[in-house]
C-alpha cells in the first residue's frame, strides 16, 4: 500500500536497537546529572540566556559553552523513538493504517490531557522538570498504544 | 455493513493468508473484516470482488444502522 510520512521497515528494528539503552542513558542522566567534563563543548545556540530561569538576558544566535550530556541523550532518545513510531508495520495495509490513527489520537488525548493535569497541579520549578517528562508522553504513548493494538490483532 | 467474505471464502476452499495473499493486504485484515470490526475501502473490496468473480454487492450488504 502506498503510504505518505512513513519510513521503510527496516527501520524498526534499528529505532527499537537504540530506544532501549537510549532510554536507560537518558533516565540515567536525569537522576544522577551524569555530565562528563570531556562533553563540554562550544554550541552553536539560536537562542541563549546565562542561566535557565534567571533574569539575565536573552542572546541569539551566540556560541555558548555548555555540557551537552542531556542534548544527547535527548536527541538519541528522540530519533529511535520516531524510528520505532513512524517506520512501516512489516504488513503496513489500510487496516493496519487505521488502527496507527487510533493509536496515534489516543495518544495525543492523553499527552495533552496529562499536559492539562500538570498545568493545573504542578508549580514551580517541579513544572519545569515534568515538562521535560511531558516532552517525550505523546511519542512513548503512541508506541506503546499502537504495537498494543499491534499485538493484540496479531493474535485473532 | 456485514459481508460474506467468509463464505465464499470457505467455498473456493482457501484460507485467511491465502486470501491476504491474493489480494496483497495482511490476514489481519481479513480476519478483521470478517469479523466485521473493519470496513475495507473502495479498492479493496473491488479487488476482493473481482478475486471471487462477483459483484460487490453480493459481498458485501449494508446494514439497518448504515
Sequence with gaps: MKTRFLLPHKYKNFGWLFLIPSTIFGLFVFFTNYEPEFLKLPMFTFISQGMPLSNDGVVFFSTIKTNITNELAGVFFLLSAMMVAFSKAKNEDEFISKVRLESLVWATFFHFGILLIGMLFVFNLEFFTFMIFNMFTLLILFIFKFHLALYKIKKL | ?66
Design chain 2, 1 to 66: 455493513m456485514k459481508n460474506n467474505l467468509k463464505i465464499e471464502r470457505a467455498i473456493k476452499n482457501i484460507t485467511q493468508e491465502e486470501l491476504a495473499k491474493l489480494i496483497g493486504v495482511s490476514r489481519q485484515t481479513i480476519n478483521a473484516m470478517e469479523k466485521n470490526k473493519y470496513v475495507p475501502s473502495t479498492v479493496l473490496s473491488l479487488k476482493i470482488a473481482r478475486l471471487f468473480n462477483k459483484k460487490v454487492e453480493e459481498l458485501f450488504f449494508l446494514e439497518k444502522k448504515d
